[in-house]
């Protein structure tokens, strides 16, 4: 069956129309970065206060020393809880909407354009494996373009559940980075798989790297986060700084709340990772007679699996904590160099990226 090139033209225009919506709602977040009220809780406050370790602090929510009253709940105007105070059940907190009403009008109009670009990509990604009978995933730009939607998706499920308006920029401006290297340095027409991809473990195989991938970007962005709010307040509590002396890191949230987010982001990525590896190998036995070759590919996925497993373990084990999330940003950096370095420029039985 050919390819249908009226929806692939569909598809190439919602996927710039997303790429032109999301960089509108980086511009909306950059206002409300700019412009709109601070929403980071002291940080000698966080140093001091009790911590639940299974209660995740609202990274958007206001300060407590926020003119408007606000709580770190999402701005429902309640006094801060007394400690030891058991967490607000989910019918307590404010509704997302009175949330974001309280957060300003910035952060309703971005997170308006991200949904609205989210819509648009998802949209792209469907019409394109329509276009072409499949699942848009059989080469390095339907990749791309499939693990930036999910990665969208996942956050703005993230940022409306723990109210995180102040981390949009951040993780939006990557979307579309990536987005925009999509478009324009890797993209490939609509066309059909290579005769080794035409098996119905395309479906399982790559939809959960996909989905995996997607969610560790994600995960990467606020490793990053984390480790530049980690050592401002280190300068803080050293001395070597004042707090809200430079105020684009006093927008950062937390260091102990991206630490959680970044956690529980990692752990539900891991095991969808580790499914698409062991659904490799099962691909590989049935298509080339083996389930493990050591080829390129194979080698670097599992290099990524070892380095997501050792930042759980270090992230669990006392002492190694502060070293957690360097590792978490290692084990991305090897699934990038397998995604846009090894598939690309180094021949083997996964050479599938569609690249010339």
Known sequence: MGI??????VSGDFMIAALLIYSLAVLAFAGDLAFGKPRRASTAK???APVKEKELATVGGASDSDSSGGSDSGGSGAAPA???TPPALPEQRASVLQSMRDAGRWVQVAVGLSLTGTTAHLVAVVTRGLAAHRTPWGNMY???????CIAAIFFLGLMIRYRAWSLGIWVMAAVVLALGLAETVIYTPAGPLVPALQSYWLSIHVTAMTLATGIFFVAAVVGI?????SRHESRISGGKAVEGE???LARIPGSKQLDKLAYRTVVFGFPIWTFGVIAGAIWADEAWGRYWGWDPVETWAFITWV???AYLHARATAGFRRWAHYIQLLGFVSLVVNMLVVQVFVT???SYAGLS
């Open 4 to 9: 249908n090139q009226g929806l692939a033209a």
């Open 46 to 48: 966080a140093a001091t």
């Open 82 to 84: 007394a400690p030891g």
């Open 142 to 148: 339907e990749f791309v373009t499939a693990l930036t």
């Open 225 to 229: 986060l984390f480790i530049v709010a």
């Open 246 to 248: 430079n105020g684009l």
């Open 307 to 309: 380095l997501y497993a």
């Open 348 to 350: 083997g039985m996964h």
